[in-house]
């Protein structure tokens, strides 16, 4: 007969940490990330493959299995399983995959750079709908990249062209350049799916998603 001995409180029981549990942003940004809209998912997964290759050659870090450590290597044997909701979308599966090989510093850099992705995300909802412009993912995407591409000033000129109702701006083309991952207020970061929608902070105003799941 098994149970809690006779006089003895049972013991809560430690869910053991995630991966993306050791930092504060990029808990919030993957917890974040998971809530969106396949659609917008697949966008910033491909742009986080992008971000962390630049600057951290996880490419490279991926076929040199040993300099990982034990520990990393079992967590990759597990996520071959595939059994985690993000696991059935490859490139969302691919850019955790980069994310969770990196080094403690390298994964609060990009802790803040996923947290200021979601930032610009949000700025660009907020961006079409004071313009009456419709949100799109090709849009969506074109700035993010240019995030990647050249930092925050660069994907904040994009979003003043949405604003001002003008044609983006065309891409730098060539290899990305490492993004400035400046500080950013993670209470503004959170976009949350209600109904497939994503609420703006401001004014409490909502732009319907739908299209883009």
């Given at each position: 007969?098994?149970?809690?001995p006779?006089?003895?409180?049972?013991?809560?029981?430690?869910?053991?940490?995630?991966?993306?549990?050791?930092?504060?942003?990029?808990?919030?940004?993957?917890?974040?990330?998971?809530?969106?809209?396949?659609?917008?998912?697949?966008?910033?997964?491909?742009?986080?493959?992008?971000?962390?290759?630049?600057?951290?050659?996880?490419?490279?870090?991926?076929?040199?299995?040993?300099?990982?450590?034990?520990?990393?290597?079992?967590?990759?044997?597990?996520?071959?399983?595939?059994?985690?909701?993000?696991?059935?979308?490859?490139?969302?599966?691919?850019?955790?995959?980069?994310?969770?090989?990196?080094?403690?510093?390298?994964?609060?850099?990009?802790?803040?750079?996923?947290?200021?992705?979601?930032?610009?995300?949000?700025?660009?909802?907020?961006?079409?709908?004071e313009?009456?412009?419709?949100?799109?993912?090709?849009?969506?995407?074109?700035?993010?990249?240019?995030?990647?591409?050249?930092?925050?000033?660069?994907?904040?000129?994009?979003?003043?062209?949405?604003r001002?109702?003008?044609?983006?701006?065309?891409?730098?083309?060539?290899?990305?350049?490492?993004?400035?991952?400046?500080?950013?207020?993670?209470?503004?970061?959170?976009?949350?799916?209600?109904?497939?929608?994503?609420d703006?902070?401001?004014?409490?105003?909502?732009?319907?998603?739908d299209s883009?799941?």
């Amino acid at each position: 007969m098994s149970g809690t001995p006779p006089g003895k409180k049972p013991q809560p029981y430690n869910h053991p940490k995630r991966w993306y549990d050791n930092d504060p942003n990029m808990q919030r940004g993957v917890n974040t990330l998971l809530a969106m809209p396949v659609a917008i998912q697949m966008i910033m997964a491909e742009v986080l493959v992008v971000i962390s290759d630049t600057l951290f050659q996880t490419e490279s870090l991926m076929k040199n299995l040993k300099s990982l450590g034990p520990a990393k290597i079992l967590a990759l044997h597990k996520a071959k399983n595939k059994r985690r909701d993000y696991d059935k979308i490859p490139i969302v599966h691919k850019a955790m995959t980069y994310l969770s090989i990196l080094p403690s510093e390298g994964l609060r850099e990009m802790g803040k750079t996923l947290v200021e992705m979601q930032v610009t995300i949000h700025d660009y909802i907020t961006a079409c709908q004071e313009s009456g412009r419709p949100v799109t993912p090709e849009e969506m995407r074109t700035i993010l990249m240019s995030y990647a591409q050249g930092g925050k000033s660069a994907s904040t000129d994009y979003i003043e062209a949405v604003r001002q109702g003008a044609p983006l701006p065309k891409t730098t083309g060539g290899k990305p350049q490492a993004p400035i991952a400046e500080p950013v207020d993670i209470k503004n970061a959170a976009a949350e799916k209600e109904q497939e929608s994503v609420d703006s902070d401001e004014g409490g105003m909502r732009i319907r998603l739908d299209s883009l799941d």
